[in-house]
């Protein structure tokens, strides 16, 4: 069966410091991978997604930026981090149509 | 631009009531609709996939409809249990794979 993890699961960061969040996805081959955020008193939003190695694309201008290095591997950074960039960032897989989604990294930026 | 909107924002039953939740949409060009329940601090859950050429989707006591003519779809819970306390979130897709969510209904349902 297909599993999706994220760590860590808490982090809370200092303004102006770089970011990484990891996200992987087991039991699956070149799936599509997403990176949503979910701030507080917002919906939850598109950042990134990628259908294959190397191919972002960014549904909104922002401080921050995605990678994804291998098949099964996506990753969230930031090079400065900015006291809006805190949420709940979530990551998800699809293969067909439904997309399903990891447990979640809660960011803090103080 | 796709806009999608769940009404209503907050929700609280009693237990063992039959509840109806909604979600509309501006743009009816969608591929599919995905509703999905999330439980605080954590990720989302699939709960229910409509297709587009589909009307209704049922998990157990859980059935979705879809009218994609008039931009909406409704989550029906049977038999509500305090075990259903959650956000419900609908979302749609549009070309590309792309979810667009609503706000969510937070439910309550107490014992």
């Known amino acids: 069966s297909q599993t999706i993890h994220q760590w860590p699961a808490t982090l809370v960061q200092p303004v102006g410091s770089p970011l990484s969040l990891e996200c992987t996805v087991e039991g699956t081959s070149n799936p599509n991978l997403y990176w949503y955020r979910q701030a507080a008193g917002r919906g939850l939003q598109l950042l990134f997604y990628s259908v294959g190695i190397g191919q972002i694309s960014s549904e909104v201008p922002q401080n921050l930026s995605a990678s994804r290095p291998q098949d099964r591997q996506f990753i969230l950074s930031s090079k400065k981090l900015l006291l809006s960039d805190s949420g709940f960032y979530l990551c998800a897989w699809s293969v067909l149509v439904e997309q399903y989604f990891g447990p979640g990294t809660r960011l803090t930026v103080t | 631009k796709q806009e999608v909107t769940q009404i209503p924002a907050a929700l609280s039953v009693p237990e063992g009531e039959n509840l109806v939740l909604n979600c509309s949409f501006t743009d009816s060009a969608i591929y599919n609709l995905q509703w999905f329940r999330q439980d605080p601090g954590k990720g989302l859950t699939s709960l229910l996939l409509?297709?587009?050429?589909?009307r209704e989707q049922t998990s157990g006591r859980l059935n979705a409809s879809l009218d994609k003519s008039s931009g909406r779809s409704t989550l029906y819970i049977a038999a509500s249990q305090p075990g259903d306390s959650a956000t419900y979130l609908c979302a749609v897709v549009n070309a590309g794979n792309m979810l667009t969510f609503g706000g969510g209904t937070r439910l309550m349902v107490k014992p």
């Open positions: 409509i297709q587009s050429s589909q």
